[in-house]
């Protein structure tokens, strides 16, 4: 089974500033995707951003950029000008295959703090 | 667009009791899920479904059934309820699998 680290489990950044939240994942495939879903308050799961493992370009998404490093199996998540509405738990995930279809494995998150 | 529709979103039940939570999607997708979310574990799969009457074990399956009569929905039972079972659920679903988008969670209190 795939698994998903994230090593920060709460992070803090200045709002309008930038920060880039960690993600390491392993697996012995070469096509895959990885996602970043966002959690606010609500608890409502919200994607921020996916990347296909065999585009070489690294997704963006306005202010949320990706930075993804296959040979070393990374996929940090960097968020530029931080806004109060970034808050939230960020979960980094790997799509796995199954006998049927695919499954998402998810890390254990990082709380993001924006501070005014 | 309705998308994922979970019910009950809060429910308090005590040990021991059957409970369950209804899954309803609008997009006509092939593929939906079950997961908890659990302090520390992130999201975790339970069951999960590529269509009508096909349904398969997660990562952890114990004290839960699902069926999937109708490609539109997926209840999740749990038997006999435990505390252990206190959890966040969420109902997912996916048309290729490549992205997958969620319900808004049922938050279930064991007693």
């Known amino acids: 089974a795939q698994t998903v680290t994230q090593s920060q489990p709460e992070m803090s950044v200045q709002e309008a500033e930038t920060v880039t939240l960690s993600c390491t994942y392993d697996t012995s495939e070469s096509d895959y995707y990885l996602f970043w879903y966002k959690q606010p308050p609500s608890r409502q799961m919200i994607l921020v951003i996916r990347q296909e493992a065999y585009k070489q370009q690294n997704a963006t998404e306005n202010r949320f950029s990706v930075n993804f490093q296959k040979a070393a199996k990374s996929f940090s998540l960097k968020i530029s000008d931080s806004q109060l509405g970034d808050a939230a738990m960020y979960f980094c995930a790997y799509k796995e295959k199954m006998e049927y279809g695919n499954k998402l494995v998810f890390g254990a998150g990082t709380i993001l703090r924006v501070k005014s | 667009d309705a998308g994922i529709t979970q019910s009950p979103r809060y429910k308090i039940t005590e040990t021991g009791r059957q409970v369950t939570l209804m899954c309803h999607q609008t997009?006509?997708?092939?593929?939906m899920f079950w997961y908890r979310q659990d302090l520390g574990h992130g999201l975790r799969l339970i069951y999960y479904?590529?269509?009508?009457?096909?349904?398969d074990k997660g990562e952890v399956p114990d004290g839960y059934v699902v069926s999937r009569s109708k490609t539109e929905n997926f209840p999740l039972t749990l038997e006999s309820a435990t505390r252990s079972q206190t959890s966040v659920y969420f109902c997912?679903?996916?048309?290729?699998?490549?992205?997958?988008?969620f319900g808004e969670g049922s938050w279930l209190t064991v007693v």
């Open positions: 997912a679903s996916s048309s290729s699998g490549n992205t997958i988008y």
């Open positions: 997009w006509s997708h092939s593929y």
């Open positions: 479904s590529a269509a009508a009457d096909i349904t």
